[in-house]
Nanobody, 122 residues
Framework: VQLQASGGGVVQAGGSVRLSCSASGGTFTRYAMGWFRQAPGKEREFVIGINWSGDSSYYADFAKGRFTISRDNVKNSVSLQMKSLNAEDTAVYFC????????????????WGPGTQVTVSS
């Protein structure tokens, strides 16, 4: 499965951004999808995940109430909507695929996209 994220850029503090991730080369519905992020000098961390059908999701504490994940199994895509952004959200965001819904461990995600940069300016 090949993944490609898009939609990153520079956004002002308090603003919103939507990231998209398109999948190809595999059976998209076999996989739960997740988003991770990596800020400069920090380890990669789990952000949010969604099950194969799109009716269940789970997220890191910092994402609650601000980030939403959705998927379109017709278009083979998953999206991350982020709002109320702050400087701590500045990071490279990665989409990833796993067959282990509910995991937050990056080692259990099999496929990764190259990441897209989100920079929150104050």
């Amino acid at each position: 499965v090949q993944l490609q994220a898009s939609g990153g850029g520079v956004v002002q503090a308090g603003g919103s951004v939507r990231l998209s991730c398109s999948a190809s080369g595999g059976t998209f519905t076999r996989y739960a999808m997740g988003w991770f992020r990596q800020a400069p000098g920090k380890e990669r961390e789990f952000v949010i995940g969604i099950n194969w059908s799109g009716d269940s999701s789970y997220y890191a504490d910092f994402a609650k109430g601000r980030f939403t994940i959705s998927r379109d199994n017709v278009k083979n895509s998953v999206s991350l909507q982020m709002k109320s952004l702050n400087a701590e959200d500045t990071a490279v965001y990665f989409c990833a695929a796993t067959r282990l819904y509910g995991t937050r461990r990056d080692v259990e995600y099999e496929y990764w996209g190259p990441g897209t940069q989100v920079t929150v300016s104050s």
